[in-house]
């Protein structure tokens, strides 16, 4: 299925523990990022987003930071839970001239352990 | 909750046959786009369309691609000569904002295999 020939970092987990699954975006002048969640075989899940002029932005049971200075972006995952597993992937945006289009990483794979 | 949507699931096509991909956005969007990705790497970008015309798209998005909005809700991607090399998952978003405003929503995807 979806997983055949994919090579990604996997952050293996146990249930209930927290996760943080890292990022390194590729452009200084992005001002918006964005996590989202790809389950195999569907398409990519907003979970959460953050703008330049933020640092941290917190939601339901996920937080992202945003380090600017090395161009670092995190995503934490609080009491994670059997259905938290997925490819996980960052996505930068700079607005540009009105029109824009997301970067995304390579993404990373979450394995949650019951 | 709203949510875009994308016909077919699945469509096999052999090469250098045309395929049309199609796609409802969000109904009160305004800005829509098309990404690809291959089997075992990362989502890349293709095309973005607003007030019926592309306003960006990446090298991928040569010739033989192209993309319309027949009517008020179907937004399409069409590929005139298929080759093996597209063979890919095929993602429709759309935002209602531009999209470094505003987020995109993402299809499940149509899964292009070409023989």
């Known amino acids: 299925g979806e997983s055949v020939g994919l090579h990604l970092p996997t952050l293996s987990v146990q249930e209930g523990d927290n996760s943080i699954i890292n990022c390194a975006y590729s452009?200084?002048?992005?001002?918006?990022f964005i996590w989202y969640k790809q389950e195999s075989g569907k398409g990519p899940q907003f979970i959460i987003d953050?703008?330049?002029?933020?640092d941290k932005r917190q939601g339901q049971r996920v937080t992202v930071l945003l380090n600017k200075t090395v161009k670092h972006l995190s995503l934490q995952i609080a009491a994670t839970q059997p259905g938290d597993s997925a490819v996980y992937f960052c996505?930068?945006?700079?607005?540009?001239?009105?029109?824009?289009?997301?970067?995304f990483g390579a993404g990373t794979r979450l394995a949650v352990h019951p | 909750e709203p949510e875009v949507t994308q016909t077919p699931s699945h469509q096999v096509t052999q090469m250098g046959q045309e395929v049309i991909l199609r796609c409802v956005p969000i109904s009160n969007h305004l800005y829509f786009y098309w990404y690809r990705q291959i089997l075992g790497q990362k989502v890349e970008f293709l095309v973005s369309f607003y007030n019926n015309e592309i306003s960006e798209k990446s090298e991928i998005f040569d010739d033989q691609f192209s993309v319309e909005r027949p009517d008020g809700s179907n937004f399409t991607l069409k590929i005139r000569s298929t080759k093996l090399e597209d063979s890919a998952m095929y993602f429709c978003?759309?935002?209602?904002?531009?999209?470094?405003?505003?987020?995109?929503?993402f299809g499940p995807g149509t899964r292009l295999t070409v023989l």
């Open positions: 452009n200084s002048a992005s001002d918006y």
């Open positions: 978003a759309s935002s209602r904002l531009a999209g470094g405003s505003d987020t995109q929503y």
């Open positions: 996505a930068e945006s700079m607005f540009s001239g009105g029109y824009n289009k997301l970067i």
């Open positions: 953050i703008r330049s002029n933020m």
